[in-house]
């Protein structure tokens, strides 16, 4: 989106940077980590301010992997970042995980303010081309925003005039949080862990609505009463044909040859824990010398 | 003259001064905040399949201890300096939370395991190293393997205090276990688990949640485990055989140590410790109650299989 503003040759040229192709994937432990530490935070803190580290993939996609806060003071015209914390900081990491490195900051609050144009320059110093990230704490939109900027410096001729924060499409990914389950990670409090029982229950029932979910829709296209979407039939037809078909005599002797190794599993399970409870009882018994 | 504050039912100086402090009531729950765990699973996997530590970070109240924050130990490679540079490492990290209001207090320490292998002699030595310093520790196992197949592996675990006592007083002869019962003998105990988050965290959770929660990670779909061999039980088995051989050698060596100790009446051989093949028989019996559990769980997918194909 570059074009010279002025038709004539000379005279000053308004020059727009270019968009480039970053976007960033956040990992839910640093929202985690952001929320946990605007919790935390000293009284007369408005905001929080902290590095984002991770890594930058080949495609430019920059990954953003681990967070830590820097404790800072702000007051009305003026911020100011504890520097050396900072570098602490950054030094401990990088022994843990070298491969993490700086590739950004955050702050809580919505929007991008005057104050942050001077810790991004910073940020800039220390690595090129850094993300901002900026959380929502304050939900002030009603919705909980999560934005990541790069900024790209406006400058006519050789005067600098501004920074433009443009926003940059962000991926929330959660891989780890799903492990441990929406369930536990979206409660106050979760009484204890659920094992493979309970988690096989619930995927049951789920699976269960689903199942009526589909079925409900099906038939709503069958009457007529929603307008049918070819995708989505497709999508059905192709779950159901996943279920893999066997004849009855193939199946039963599938399912016997499992049961059979299930049981021959058990089986060993229990004699090694029978030998076990011999040798204890043979090695502590006998002591005659 | 009787003292006015006791005369209302509270205590007199005296009295508060000379009173024994009161044993601590005993410890039932471990809480994890969130952010806890999921730094722990984001640690332990990235490093996976060598096997990481780190320090947790919390606050003890009364019945509950609480975890909020940690953080992961670098890699220590074998040599003098290392250790230095890890206690220095760890104040470092202390301090530099303490600035940003973390809880500074350190409840325990995390590890990851293979396969479910954690007993082993350095976790009893690390236990009782932390023992000294702080009260109520516990720690946190997690077992990246296993999570993989749909289940948060996530164990507390804390020494019993009558293994503590015996292993302080070296009793880990053959003739004091036997004393102590030796199937009596629970080492490790395990701690109810709860997993807590700030309502701001949970706020966001709720809006970012995506749109198909159906099996994503819990243990996908009946139908595809039903057909495909579970992998685990086989590394179990080579688990096993080794434990089994390692057992094996080692009563062997008590029974050669113990003949020589007969022969040689001059230097009597102290009787080596028990502790290693009682881990080792320890490791497992939780393998073979492990197998018991996923064979069971293999029987509930197989029938439940037949009644779908039944059905068709």
């Known amino acids: 989106m570059a074009a010279p503003d002025s038709s004539r040759a000379e005279g000053p040229v308004l020059l727009f940077p270019s968009s480039s192709s970053a976007s960033a994937r956040v990992e839910a432990v640093v929202v985690f980590n952001i929320c946990d530490s605007y919790v935390r935070r000293p009284d007369q803190a408005e905001r929080v301010i902290g590095t984002l580290l991770g890594s930058v993939l080949p495609d430019g996609t920059v990954h953003v992997r681990n967070t830590y806060v820097v404790p800072h003071s702000e007051s009305a015209d003026q911020v100011a970042l504890d520097i050396e914390y900072h570098h602490n900081m950054y030094a401990s990491h990088q022994k843990v995980n070298p491969k993490e490195v700086i590739v950004g900051w955050f702050s809580t609050g919505f929007g991008v303010s005057g104050g942050s144009t001077l810790i991004h320059e910073f940020y800039s110093r220390e690595v090129q081309n850094p993300i901002h990230l900026t959380v929502d704490t304050g939900f002030t939109t009603g919705d909980a925003s999560i934005k990541a900027y790069i900024s790209s410096n406006l400058s006519l001729g050789d005067r600098h005039l501004a920074a433009l924060f443009q926003e940059i499409p962000l991926d929330l990914r959660m891989l780890e949080a799903g492990k441990v389950g929406f369930d536990i990670l979206k409660s106050t409090i979760v009484d204890k862990l659920p094992n493979d029982l309970d988690g096989m229950e619930s995927s049951m029932e789920k699976l269960y609505t689903l199942v009526d979910e589909i079925y409900k829709y099906v038939d709503d296209v069958v009457e007529g009463r929603v307008a049918p979407d070819n995708k989505i039939g497709r999508f059905i037809g192709d779950s159901v044909a996943s279920v893999p078909k066997f004849s009855p005599a193939a199946f039963d002797k599938l399912f016997n040859d499992k049961i059979q190794d299930n049981l021959a599993l058990v089986y060993l399970s229990s004699i090694t824990r029978t030998q076990i409870s011999i040798a204890e009882k043979l090695n502590t018994a006998a002591q005659i010398l | ?312």
Request: charged share 25%.
């Open chain 2, 1 to 312: 003259m009787a003292n006015p504050a006791q005369a209302a039912g509270g205590r007199s100086f005296l009295q508060a001064v000379s009173t024994v402090t009161e044993a601590p009531s005993p410890l039932r729950v471990v809480q994890m905040e969130g952010l806890a765990v999921l730094k722990i699973i984001k640690h332990c996997e990235e490093f996976a399949p060598a096997l990481v530590t780190g320090q947790l970070l919390g606050l003890d109240v009364g019945s509950v201890l609480e975890v909020t924050n940690c953080f992961p130990f670098p890699m220590r490679e074998d040599d003098e300096e290392a250790d230095a540079d890890g206690a220095n490492y760890q104040l470092e990290m202390m301090r530099c939370l303490r600035e940003v209001n973390v809880d500074n207090n350190t409840v325990g320490w995390y590890q990851s395991c293979l396969l479910g292998s954690f007993q082993t002699v350095e976790l009893i030595e690390t236990f009782m190293n932390y023992q000294e310093n702080i009260r109520r520790c516990v720690c946190i196992v997690y077992d990246p393997s296993r999570s993989n197949q749909g289940v948060l592996a996530l164990k507390a675990l804390k020494l019993t205090d009558s293994f503590m006592d015996l292993y302080r007083n070296n009793g880990l002869t053959g003739e004091k276990l036997r004393e102590k019962n030796y199937h009596g003998l629970i080492f490790l105990r395990r701690y109810r688990f709860k997993v807590s988050n700030s309502a701001l965290v949970s706020a966001f959770m709720t809006e970012l949640e995506p749109d198909s929660p159906v099996s994503q990670n819990k243990t996908s779909s009946n139908i595809t485990i039903a057909t495909s061999r579970d992998n685990s039980p086989s590394s179990r088995h080579g688990f096993k055989r080794e434990g089994k051989r390692t057992c094996q050698e080692k009563q062997l060596e008590r029974a050669i140590a113990r003949r020589r100790s007969i022969q040689s009446i001059f230097k009597p051989i102290p009787e080596p410790s028990r502790l290693e093949g009682y881990l080792v028989t320890n490791q497992i019996s939780s393998y073979c109650n492990h197998i018991n559990g996923v064979a069971g769980q293999n029987f509930n997918r197989l029938y439940l299989m037949k009644g779908l194909q039944e059905e068709d």
